[in-house]
Every structure is written in structure tokens, then in C-alpha cells.
């Protein structure tokens, strides 16, 4: 073969490339794109320079009781009014797929971040429901990380937010994941800190080029490489620690949670709303005196309702996630709608958070009740004072899933971890108010000190997330 005949080959070979992934996005993208396009729904064009939250809160206001559909980069679905939840929460994995949604909207063909948890999800429904040592695991972790990470604190002294708390749910998640010794090798924290964040940056860099050229990006990108780098390092760090570990209750084989936690927003919340930390104090106090040694157990967590209200209050304020019950038309005819829409196969869809700040929107008249304080303030006895209504008892908990507390899903596909979510933050949180007084500014202010407002959250896609320079200050508990 001669050297002039290189280069024509070589086109050859790039125009076959480039059909391939032509055909490869034509077909996959067809029954999506065609059918939702043609759709008679309301569309909400998120350009440059729009907040997709706040647009979708001006969009769940506008259109109440019909489906409309948001565009952004990198984001094309669909969002149903809530009187659909009840049909849909409960639809099978054929007909309307979480984990289908979960593979699109993670990338998961070039990512890796399949949703294969399935033995990993009866884990957490059993064993880490059900194994006794994990809350005591959990409390001596807690411990070992404020006694190691924050120092003497005799004054107000400030501490960043988001270092703080991904401290401690990364060592508390490590303790329980993988177990003693390597949830405290720096090494391992490090790592399973950092992953998630270089997760997310590989799956944004990759929605900003279009589908055809995303099997390149994930080879060639930096990001990419990054990602690459955790398999074998994982793989050296856990291979002789599983198989030391063998027989233990450690899920090494399932390191991250698909939950958001809201740790962060919850220490910025007490140093915001300082004024509430006594009857927190009070209530937990009350609990921890019943227990012959003083700790957290099992039947103990749920005494604490007014922590329970105020980690839900804290969450509704900063939702993760503005859309929830998030899933897939995975039906091959489509999905139908009460409103007479079909939804076509591959649509991804979801719902709205009904009571986030701006939202009109109430799915429950407890809620829309005149006495009721406004969805734009932070009342951190709303969920505590519903519960007294008779009949509401065991609702409006922190892990309940409904269409008023949409957060964890709802259905057979709600989250299975949203237990062990609510135990580690809950002894995350009592912990800190036993030890440390919370505060604004360097002399105690917060929110009705005048001049101090709650620090801001940042909008980030359809969630909020803490602003990564977030300071609050701290000090050990004068009382």
C-alpha cells in the first residue's frame, strides 16, 4: 500500500465514524424528538442567562393543571401537574422507568454511573433498616470526625459549610460503606469526597456537546480521564479490604448515594435561625435522658419531632430538586394522561416541588389553610404542628413520601435510602448542637440581628445547591 493512499482511507474511515454516530443518534433520538415536538404542551425555553429553578416555579404557578415542557441545555422533559401523581407513582418499570431516567439523565453510556443497584437497594431496605450497630457505628464516627477536624472553638470562630459537612458525611457514610479502618484512611475520603463532584463535571462537560459527539468526548476529555483514574484506585484501596472484611455489614460494593444530603443547608439554618436551637436542645435532651447509656437508638429518633420538622422545613426551603418523582416513558405506545396527552416512549418527565419558596401551587388543603404560615418563610415547627392535627399523626415526617413531600419519590420507586439519610443526619445534627452554639456573624447575630439574611443558595439546574464560600461561625456550647 502506498503513502498516497493513506489519506483517502482515512476520510473513508472518519466519514464512516461520523454516519455511524448519525444513524446511531437518528434512531435513538426519532421517537423522542419527533412526537415531543409535536405535542400541543406550553413550552418553557430556558436560554442563557435564566434561572432554570426560578423559571420552572414561574411555570408550575402558571400552568397549575396541564403539562408543560422545559427545553435547556442538555435538559428536554416533561412536567405534570400534580393531580397525575397518584396514576403515575405507582406504574411498573416497563411503562415509566426511575432507573431508565437515571441512565439518561447521568449519561450513564459513557459515565458508568449505571443504575445497577438493584441487590444493593434490598440492602438498605434490610439490613441497614434493620442492623442495630450502624446507629452506634454512626455516633462514635461523628464523634472521632468533630474531634479531629474542628478545633477548640472557646470563641466565634469561622467554619466553611461545605468542607465541614462534606466531612462529616463523608466519614459517616465511609464508616457504614466500607467499615473500620479504611472510612478513616485519608486516602479513601479523599477520593470518595472528590468522585461525586468530578462526576457531575464529567456528565455537565459532556451535555454541552450534542449526542453525536459524546462517545469522543468521553474517550478524549479531561474530565473523562479524571473519572478513569477512581476505577483503579478503588479497586486497589478496596480489594484486600473486602476480602479482609468478608461477613461484614459493609456495602463496599455500593460507595455513593443517589441522595442529595442537606447537612449543609441544615448548619447554615441553625446559624440562621439560632433562636430555635433551645427547643432543639430541649427535645433532645429530654430523649437522650430516657436512654440507660445516653446514646441515639432506634426507637429513640423518631421521639424527636420538632429535629424531624425543622431538617424537613430546611429541606423544603432549598430542595435539591425542583422536579421530582422523576421518571421514563418506557412503554412503547406511550404513556396517556388524564389531560388526554400521550406521552411518547422515551419521554423523560417529572413533577414539581409543591411547596418550595414562590410556589402557589398547594396539592393539600393542611397546607393552604389560612392559618398555615407562607410557603416563603422558614417555619421550623410547620411538619411539628401538623402532626397534631388528629389523623396527621405519623405524616408529614421527614421521610415520608406523597404528593406533599415529594422529595424521595413516591411509589414502589421511591428512594429505599431515605432512612438511613434520616438517621445519619439526624445524629450529624445532635451532635453539633451538643457541642457548639451556631451564629451569623463573629458576635452571635443571626437573621433578627439587623443587616444579617440567611446566606443565599445558588440555583444549579433544577436544584439549589450551597455556595461552596459559605461561612457560618461556631463556638462551644456556652450552656
Known amino acids: 500500500m502506498s503513502d498516497a493512499s493513506l489519506p483517502p482511507i ?37 436560554r442563557e442567562g435564566k434561572v432554570l429553578s426560578e423559571e420552572l416555579i414561574k411555570a408550575m404557578n402558571l400552568y397549575p393543571d396541564e ?38 439523565m447521568s ?45 477548640p472553638t472557646p470563641i466565634w470562630t469561622p467554619v466553611n459549610v461545605c468542607d ?124 437522650l435522658s430516657g436512654e440507660c447509656d445516653g446514646q441515639l437508638h432506634r426507637n429513640s429518633l423518631p421521639k424527636l419531632r420538632k429535629l424531624d420538622s425543622f431538617i424537613k422545613e430546611s429541606q423544603r426551603m432549598n430542595p435539591p430538586l425542583f422536579v421530582n418523582i422523576n421518571r421514563k416513558v418506557t412503554a412503547k405506545k ?33 397546607y393552604s389553610d389560612k392559618d398555615q404560615p407562607s410557603f416563603n418563610e422558614f417555619a421550623p415547627w410547620r411538619y411539628f404542628n401538623l402532626r397534631k392535627i388528629p389523623g396527621e399523626e405519623i405524616k408529614h415526617q421527614f421521610v415520608t413520601i406523597s404528593a406533599d413531600s415529594p422529595v424521595f419519590g413516591a411509589g414502589p420507586q421511591a428512594c429505599p435510602g431515605r432512612f438511613f439519610a434520616n438517621d445519619k443526619i439526624k445524629i450529624a445534627v445532635v451532635e453539633l448542637l451538643k457541642r457548639y452554639d451556631f451564629a451569623l456573624g463573629p458576635n452571635g447575630e443571626n437573621t433578627t440581628t439587623q443587616g444579617f439574611t440567611r446566606p443565599a443558595a445558588i440555583p444549579f439546574r433544577t436544584g439549589t445547591v450551597v455556595a461552596p464560600n459559605t461561612t457560618v461561625y461556631i463556638r462551644e456550647r456556652a450552656d
Not at 408543560?68 to 407513582?89: C, M, S, T
Request: glycine share 6%.
Open 67 to 104: 403539562p408543560f415542557r422545559i427545553n435547556a441545555v442538555g435538559l428536554d422533559a416533561v412536567v405534570l401537574p400534580y393531580k397525575e401523581v397518584d396514576k403515575i407513582k405507582n406504574l411498573p418499570e416497563n411503562i415509566a422507568s426511575f432507573k431508565a431516567m437515571i441512565y439518561d
Open 10 to 46: 482515512a476520510l473513508t474511515f472518519a466519514a464512516l465514524v461520523i454516519t455511524m454516530y448519525l444513524w446511531q443518534y437518528v434512531r435513538n433520538r426519532r421517537s423522542i424528538s419527533s412526537n415531543l415536538f409535536g405535542l400541543p404542551l406550553p413550552l418553557v425555553n430556558i
Open 164 to 287: 465541614t459537612a462534606i466531612e462529616l458525611v463523608g466519614g459517616m457514610t465511609a464508616r457504614i460503606f466500607v467499615g473500620l479502618p479504611l472510612c478513616r484512611d485519608r486516602e479513601w475520603l479523599d477520593a470518595t469526597i472528590h468522585f461525586p463532584q468530578d462526576l457531575i463535571a464529567s456528565i455537565v462537560a459532556l451535555k454541552t456537546w450534542h449526542p453525536i459527539f459524546r462517545p469522543l468526548v468521553s474517550i478524549f476529555s479531561p474530565e473523562f480521564r479524571k473519572l478513569r483514574a477512581y476505577r483503579g484506585f478503588a479497586s486497589k484501596k478496596l480489594g484486600p479490604h473486602v476480602k479482609a472484611t468478608k461477613g461484614n455489614p459493609h456495602l463496599a460494593n455500593w460507595i455513593l448515594s443517589r441522595f442529595k444530603d442537606p447537612t449543609s443547608h441544615i448548619v447554615i439554618d441553625l446559624a440562621s435561625y439560632s433562636q430555635y436551637i433551645p427547643e432543639l436542645r430541649q427535645e433532645i435532651d429530654g430523649v
Open 334 to 366: 406511550g404513556l396517556k394522561l388524564s389531560t388526554g396527552h400521550v406521552l411518547p416512549h422515551g419521554t423523560l418527565f417529572g413533577f414539581p416541588h409543591p411547596h418550595a419558596p414562590g410556589s402557589t401551587v398547594s396539592v393539600s388543603k393542611l
Open 107 to 151: 449519561e450513564a453510556r459513557y459515565t458508568g454511573a449505571r443504575d445497577t443497584e438493584h441487590q444493593a437497594s434490598e440492602v438498605i431496605k434490610g439490613e441497614l433498616s434493620r442492623n442495630v450497630s450502624i446507629l452506634s457505628g454512626l455516633q462514635e464516627e461523628v464523634k472521632y470526625i468533630l474531634n479531629h477536624y474542628i478545633k
